[in-house]
């Protein structure tokens, strides 16, 4: 499989150009990800990690009454 790709970038002009910039769009995307993530303050996780309960007590409660 991968001999099947060496022969495609083989024939592609200035191929190390290309691998660099997905290499760096890769980068700047999982760092921009990290950094939204720890932008975030923890009540926001807290809260979010809460609701599947938060329903779950809804639809029982609704149940019993």
Do not use: C, H, W
Request: net charge positive; hydrophobic share 50%; proline share 3%.
């Amino acid at each position: 499989m991968l001999k099947f790709y060496n022969k495609i970038i083989a024939g592609v002009d200035n191929a190390a150009i290309y691998q660099s910039i997905a290499l760096l769009l890769f980068v700047l995307f999982f760092v921009g990800v990290i950094l939204m993530v720890m932008k975030k303050p923890k009540n926001y996780y807290k809260a979010m990690s809460d609701l599947p309960l938060e329903e779950e007590k809804r639809i029982n409660n609704k149940n019993t009454n």
